[in-house]
């Protein structure tokens, strides 16, 4: 019995497991657990496994992609502050031009 504090992840949505890091560990461990079952159907259980690990390696994919766009995103946050302010009517075309002007990307030259 788990006495209410067992992190069940078939209740859990997609996004929330990505962002929790114990997701990968308890997946993981689970499919220790599965292969461990030898009284099951072979095929039906490494099915199972297979597509349990298709499903960590994408949800580990995701992460990385996301963790790469939180980083992408810092670079845009001058610009994107100017010109919300200046649709906002809180700010001037001035700031824009300013921010766009002072903008410091990457990876894709003039």
């Known amino acids: 019995m788990s006495g ?4 069940y992840l078939y209740s859990k ?4 497991m990505i962002i929790v890091e114990e997701t990968y560990e308890w997946l993981l461990e689970m499919l220790k ?3 461990k079952l030898d009284f099951v159907n072979e095929p039906k259980r490494d099915r199972v496994m297979k597509e349990m690990l298709n499903f960590i390696t994408d949800l580990e994919s995701i992460k990385d992609k996301i963790n790469l766009l939180s980083k992408e995103k810092d670079k845009f ?3 994107w502050r100017a010109m919300e302010m200046w649709q ?8 824009v031009i300013k921010s766009i002007n002072e903008f410091k990307g990457g990876g894709y030259e003039d």
């Open 13 to 16: 949505e997609v996004e929330d």
């Open 77 to 79: 946050v001058g610009v």
């Open 4 to 7: 209410g504090s067992y992190n």
């Open 33 to 35: 657990d599965i292969q």
């Open 88 to 95: 906002s009517n809180d700010g001037g075309k001035k700031e």
